[in-house]
């Protein structure tokens, strides 16, 4: 069973950039049978695909945010990231990390979720 | 992007009561739709994948049915531990979207 876990600062000043990871343990990264994919849910509101990320290091992003967000893998260390620059206030949110299956395409292990503030 | 309507947004019910969540997709998403449960401070938990298939674990009280545009999430007999926020998902196609959730309170 995998487990997913994000790391990172909780908070973050306007205009710089946010960057969390997420580790995963109880199985390899290297594998044909999962995206690894990040969400957001700001405060008391719904979610948000990000984008996500194959072992291979194919990206696919929400247009939404796709001139700020770049999604990266290190399979070595079983480990996933997700860099969002030019933050504002809009971008605070619960940031959470969860695997896709590459079939089924739906998102069936999450990590715990971190929250993520911006403000000065 | 394909738009995801759940109705409704906020429900109270009974423990025992049947209850019904629907999602509608703007466009036809076939049977690429899943249903989350959400409970304070959590994250989401997969409860039914491709409209109708029964995640592990997850209890036979929770349905799914649908396909194309319009979905339902059926629970049988509420129980306590049900109360929560539910959401739909599609992933017909990206960006994937979801549902604004459907708040299920206690009556």
């Known amino acids: 069973q995998l487990q997913l876990q994000e790391s990172g600062p909780g908070l973050v000043k306007p205009s710089e950039a946010l960057s969390l990871t997420c580790t995963v343990s109880g199985g390899s990264m290297y594998t044909s049978s999962y995206y690894w994919g990040w969400i957001r849910q700001p405060p008391g509101k719904g979610l948000e695909w990000i984008g996500m990320i194959y072992y291979s290091g194919g990206t696919y992003y929400n247009p939404s945010l796709k001139s700020r967000v770049t999604i990266s893998v290190d399979t070595s260390k079983n480990q996933f990231s997700v860099k969002l620059s030019s933050v504002t206030a809009a971008d605070t949110a619960v940031y959470f990390c969860a695997s896709l299956g590459y079939d089924s395409r739906h998102f069936d292990y999450w990590g715990q979720g971190t929250l993520v503030t911006v403000s000065s | 992007d394909i738009q995801m309507t759940q109705s409704p947004s906020s429900l109270s019910a009974s423990v025992g009561d049947r209850v019904t969540i629907t999602c509608r997709a703007s466009?036809?998403?076939?049977?690429?739709l899943n249903w989350y449960q959400q409970k304070p401070g959590k994250a989401p938990k997969l409860l039914i994948y491709?409209?109708?298939s029964l995640q592990s674990g997850v209890p036979s009280r929770f349905s799914g049915s649908g396909s194309g545009t319009d979905f339902t999430l059926t629970i049988s007999s509420l129980q306590p531990e049900d109360f929560a926020i539910y959401f739909c998902q599609q992933s017909d196609s990206m960006p994937y979207t979801f549902g604004q959730g459907t708040n299920l309170e206690i009556k």
């Open positions: 491709v409209a109708s």
């Open positions: 466009q036809s998403i076939s049977s690429f």
